[in-house]
């Protein structure tokens, strides 16, 4: 079942004197958390009032926090985004939702599970357990479909895989 709400960064920390913070994204990009209004901090809504890229972090001034002393008691605090603000382009998926599903060969042979995905210069990684360990990388030679509705992800592997 996907989650309503899924992690999209942490604080880590705080930036100038006026209650800005320093979010390290979990996402693609650091642009993508840009075009929230709204992220979600321990069960509650916390509305942005303005969010900016710098270097691979977002700096982000948060509503009610107006201070550097309120921003840096946030440090090491999880955001996370409502799955419905959040726009994709089509035929993409939050890995989130793919972690647990069932992997299989173009042929539809079973390998196995998607256990992790791990960040890689080139491309991400899935990390597929079954009967052994498979690394495959998240490319479009490699991976043929991400269907996280059925909880299936469909894979070409090449020999030595």
């Not at 901090?41 to 900016?52: F, H, I, L, N, P």
């Not at 539809?108 to 960040?119: F, I, K, N, T, Y």
Request: glycine share 8%; aromatic share 6%; proline share 3%.
């Amino acid at each position: 079942m996907k989650k309503r709400y899924l992690e999209a960064g942490q604080i880590v920390n705080t930036h100038g004197v006026r209650g800005e913070v320093r979010i390290q994204p979990w996402a693609d990009e650091a642009a993508f958390l840009t075009r929230f209004r709204r992220f979600y901090m321990d069960g509650s809504e916390v509305k942005v009032r303005a969010c900016r890229v710098h270097k691979d972090t977002c700096i982000a001034s948060l509503e009610g926090i107006d201070d550097v002393n309120a921003a840096m008691a946030l440090k090491g605090k999880v955001l996370f985004i409502d799955r419905e603000d959040a726009h994709l382009p089509a035929g993409t998926v939050f890995l989130q939702d793919i972690i647990g599903a069932k992997c299989v060969d173009k042929e539809g042979r079973e390998l196995g599970v998607v256990a992790d995905v791990m960040s890689a210069p080139a491309a991400d990684v899935l990390v597929v357990k079954g009967e052994r360990e498979i690394l495959i990388p998240d490319a479009p030679a490699f991976v043929l479909n991400k269907d996280a509705d059925a909880g299936v992800v469909t894979v070409r592997l090449i020999d030595g895989m």
